[in-house]
Nanobody
C-alpha cells in the first residue's frame, strides 16, 4: 500500500505561514480517492483540517481553517500540500495526512482513512 511522509512543520510566530507536504511512495490517487489532513493537540481528539477529493479535485475545509489554509497537489499526484496562512496559537498541533476511499459524507471521519503518515509538528507562538 502507499506510504505517506509529512514534512514542513516547525515553529512560527502568530500571523506567519507554513506549507506542509505529504509525499507518497506512489501516485496517491491511483488507489485512493481522498487525501486528508488532520491535526491533534495534546489532550484533544484528532480533528479534520482539509481534504482533496479525486472527483473534480474538490477541496473541503474545517470551518476553523477556511480562508486561511489551502490544500493542493502536484501534477504527478505524488505530493499533496497544505499551505497555512495567518497561523494562530490554536493551530499548534501534530499534523497528519491520510489517504482513503470513502464517500463524500465520510470525508471528515478519520476512522474511514486507510493509510496515515507519521505526522509533523506545527508550533505557533503568540
Amino acid at each position: 500500500q502507499v506510504q505517506l511522509v509529512e514534512s514542513g512543520g516547525g515553529l512560527v510566530t502568530a500571523g506567519g505561514s507554513l506549507t506542509l507536504s505529504c509525499r507518497a511512495s506512489e501516485r496517491i490517487f491511483g488507489n485512493y480517492n481522498v487525501l486528508g489532513w488532520f491535526r491533534q493537540s495534546p489532550g484533544k481528539e484528532r480533528e479534520f483540517v482539509a481534504a482533496l477529493r479525486r472527483s473534480g479535485w474538490s477541496t473541503y475545509y474545517a470551518n476553523t481553517v477556511k480562508g486561511r489554509f489551502t490544500i493542493s497537489r502536484d501534477n504527478a499526484e505524488n505530493t499533496v500540500y497544505l499551505t497555512m496562512n495567518t497561523l494562530q496559537p490554536d493551530d499548534t498541533a501534530v499534523y497528519y495526512c491520510a489517504a482513503g476511499s470513502q464517500v463524500l459524507s465520510a470525508i471528515r471521519d478519520d476512522t474511514m482513512y486507510r493509510v496515515w503518515g507519521q505526522g509533523t509538528q506545527v508550533t505557533v507562538s503568540p
